[in-house]
Nanobody, 118 residues
Framework: QVQLAESGGGLVQPGGSLRLSCAIS????????MGWHRQAPGKQRELVAI???????NYADSVKGRFTISRDNAEKTVYLQMNSLKPEDTAVYYC????????????WGHGTQVTVSS
């Protein structure tokens, strides 16, 4: 059973930093892509960052230069380093993965709340 578990959310002041973690049960190499999405109140869920199994990355324009996605295969964990946080980054952040074997299926974690406020 594949499970994704996020951690690292919290309350931070504008300009601050947080690092989110997504722990993967199962084999990380089975995932073709891993990503972070977020959903703010009253808004649709949106892609924030994505990393492929060969470490190619892509980011939403709104976070380019501030957020960095990375993966540690030994730890079976995907990270999202968030710097220069803004109030508009406030959302529930979800880890997402797609495996090679069933690529059209999305695997999701339960989410972690990030609140940017003074």
């Amino acid at each position: 059973q594949v499970q994704l578990a996020e951690s690292g959310g919290g309350l931070v002041q504008p300009g601050g930093s947080l690092r989110l973690s997504c722990a993967i049960s199962g084999t990380i190499h089975s995932f073709a892509t891993m990503g972070w999405h977020r959903q703010a109140p009253g808004k649709q869920r949106e892609l924030v960052a994505i990393i492929t199994n060969n470490d190619s990355t892509n980011y939403a324009d709104s976070v380019k230069g501030r957020f960095t996605i990375s993966r540690d295969n030994a730890e079976k964990t995907v990270y999202l380093q968030m710097n220069s946080l803004k109030p508009e980054d406030t959302a529930v952040y979800y880890c997402n993965g797609r495996r090679f074997v069933d690529f059209t299926r999305d695997y999701w974690g339960h989410g972690t709340q990030v609140t940017v406020s003074s």
